[in-house]
């Protein structure tokens, strides 16, 4: 009888099983995944907040480079019209033809791309290289010099204009771009100071490795710094190509001829001469045209831009 009465017991429900056991460890399992589910939540909350916020900073900042696009399409009367228009009506593309014949545009666009690429491209490999002397080289009074390098960021450049002007005039470089391209040949020194702190990161231990393999420190440099450094030699590219592209003081000093002028002269002449005419149309196809070349730079070298930003935020 106790055998058959062991048999006929009927099994324990889930919920009357041993306290303590599998069954008790349900609700923990609930709030742990209530837990993960609200994690989420918040997390995709942020995500929501954060590209609302910077969708609301671009059209911010894209807004005024739009507005130039929209401008350089209408007619005279059309700039002014209220509420503003941003969508002309009609398109007016004839203002991009006559940018052409109305001031020496093209003569300006070549000029500004002779300083500023022989500049930029000459000026940073020798940034590369002073760079690399001041932060993997042996040489005495090295830290010495580099301060004495950074002290000339303290010089303001119109305490310069004169003795600077003095000197070029004396030697004929005055309306000529001379005078633009030769000091940049030799270098920037913010970008040898950013460079020289991104080597700073890099072993000593390689250097002297490929020394004793009998490299030249040339072989070196063309070899193993170059490549490692290219990033960050992008960025710095660009903010220096745009600050050539857009520097109007230098080229308004030694600058007369309108063969000579640079681009930001060519609009200026632009600006003085049509804003007294309303025909703000053609000065703003000038200035969005002015504005491609950097616009293009950017956009080639942009991946660039994030290794170096990505790069610098990991190590630091």
Do not use: H
């Not at 099983?17 to 008790?24: C, F, L, Q």
């Not at 000029?111 to 002397?133: E, K, Q, W």
């Not at 390098?149 to 003095?166: A, D, V």
Request: proline content about 8%; glycine content about 6%; aromatic content about 12%.
């Amino acid at each position: 009888m106790s055998a058959q009465n062991v048999l006929t017991t009927p099994p324990l429900e889930p919920s009357q099983e041993i306290p303590g056991g599998a069954g008790n460890s349900r609700p923990s399992a609930s709030r742990t995944t209530g837990g993960t589910r609200s994690a989420k939540d918040t997390l995709r909350l942020g995500n929501i907040l954060t590209t609302l916020i910077l969708s609301v900073g671009a059209i911010v900042m894209i807004a005024p480079l739009a507005w130039t696009f929209s401008t350089s399409l209408k007619t005279k009367d059309g700039v002014f019209e209220l509420p503003p228009q941003w969508i002309p009506d009609p398109f007016v593309w004839e203002n991009y033809a006559r940018i052409w014949t109305a001031g020496p545009l093209l003569t300006g666009i070549q000029n500004s791309l002779i300083v500023a690429c022989s500049v930029t491209i000459v000026g940073s490999l020798t940034s590369a290289l002073a760079a690399f002397a001041f932060a993997k080289m042996r040489m005495p009074f090295k830290n010495v010099l580099f301060l004495g390098l950074l002290s000339g960021l303290m010089i303001p450049f119109p305490t310069l204009m004169i003795p600077q002007f003095t000197i070029f005039a004396s030697i004929g470089w005055v309306d000529t771009l001379l005078p633009l391209i030769v000091p940049g040949l030799f270098g920037n020194i913010i970008m040898i100071f950013f460079l020289r702190q991104f080597l700073n990161s890099i072993p000593d231990s390689i250097v002297e490795a490929a020394r004793i393999d009998g490299a030249s420190y040339l072989q070196i440099f063309w070899t193993l710094i170059l490549p490692a450094i290219r990033p960050a030699l992008a960025a710095q590219f660009i903010l220096w190509f745009m600050a050539m592209w857009n520097d109007y003081l230098a080229p308004i000093i030694y600058l007369n001829s309108p063969g000579t002028q640079t681009l930001q002269l060519v609009i200026a002449n632009f600006n003085a001469q049509y804003a007294i005419q309303t025909d703000y149309p053609l000065i703003m196809a000038a200035s969005f045209v002015a504005l491609l070349p950097v616009l293009s730079v950017f956009v080639v070298f942009q991946r660039q831009i994030i290794e170096s930003i990505a790069l610098s935020g990991s190590k630091g």
